[in-house]
């Protein structure tokens, strides 16, 4: 098998020619390729997991096609990063079908409450949450932030499409926070893992930034 940088996971439910596309971009000496093989997910430099679609939906698929072992392996032995339902995925449960995900990390996926969904002045907001909004990063207790942010400015715009968002138990594994209106979890982080709820492939600079930054990055 011929060597593989960067796998993109399609089990069927993903943007994965944007995201493969924006990998291309970034890193043109790498190889990235879009498969639904395990074989190749497990043996790839690099993993990315993104998704687009209902959770119930997107865990049948992924376990249809056989993906659940290599995914499950590979994020926790490589670099990988989960994108939008690839980050819901990874928690416990979620109100959407009432599906259990894949129990990487405790917690829930909760859906926007319609009835809350008002600005700070006053205008009704609408669910899905859809387009730009700021991310503000999570900093440690020495004053820095993920490497993945490197070359971001802190409240950067990146592009979300969302009506549900994770809420992990375990607080320190929060790498970001967006408002909408009220604070919400948009970043994960633990050890080789980083997983967004945004699309950095839809993000222009930022997000092209972010995904260069996961090309390079090299988790201790």
Same mark, same amino acid.
């Given at each position: ?9 399609d +089990?069927? !439910?993903?943007n994965l020619r ?5 990998l &291309?971009h970034?890193a ?10 395990? @074989?190749?997910?497990i043996?790839a430099?690099?993993?990315? *997991? #993104? =998704?687009?679609?209902?959770? #119930? @939906? ?5 376990? $249809? ?9 590979? %994020?926790?032995? /490589? ?9 819901? !995925?990874?928690?416990?449960?979620? &109100? ?6 894949? =129990? ?10 319609t009835?809350?969904m008002?600005?700070?002045?006053g205008?009704?907001? /609408?669910?899905?949450? !859809?387009?730009?909004?700021?991310? +503000?990063?999570v900093?440690?207790?020495h004053?820095?932030?993920? #490497?993945?942010?490197? =070359?971001?400015e802190? =409240? ?6 969302? %009506?549900? +968002?994770?809420? #992990?138990d375990d607080?320190s594994?929060? $790498?970001? +926070? ?8 948009c ?5 080789n893992? *980083?997983?967004v709820?945004f699309?950095?492939?839809?993000s222009a ?6 995904? %260069? ?6 988790p &201790?």
């Open positions: 098998m011929s060597k593989i940088d960067i796998a993109v996971v +089990y069927g !439910m993903g944007s995201v493969s596309k924006a &291309e970034v043109p000496s790498k190889t990235v390729v879009v498969t639904s093989n395990p @074989d190749e997910i043996q430099a690099r993993v990315v *997991f #993104p =998704g687009q679609g209902a959770m #119930p @939906d997107c865990i049948r698929e992924l376990d $249809a096609r056989g993906l659940r072992e290599a995914v499950v392996a590979a %994020s926790k032995t /490589k670099p990988f990063l989960g994108i939008c339902i690839g980050l819901q !995925m990874l928690f416990e449960h979620s &109100e959407e079908g009432d599906a259990d995900g894949l =129990g990487l990390f405790k917690g829930n996926v909760k859906r926007f409450v009835e809350a008002v600005g700070h002045d205008e009704k907001l /609408k669910v899905p949450h !859809m387009g730009w909004n700021q991310v +503000y990063q900093h440690d207790t004053g820095a932030s993920h #490497p993945l942010w490197n =070359g971001i802190d =409240g950067a715009r990146f592009y979300y499409v969302h %009506s549900y +968002y994770v809420q #992990p607080e594994v929060i $790498a970001g +926070y967006s408002h909408y209106p009220n604070k919400f979890t970043a994960i982080a633990q050890k893992l *980083f997983a709820q699309h950095p492939e839809k600079n930022a997000g092209l930034q972010l995904l %260069s930054n996961f090309v390079n990055w090299s &201790e």
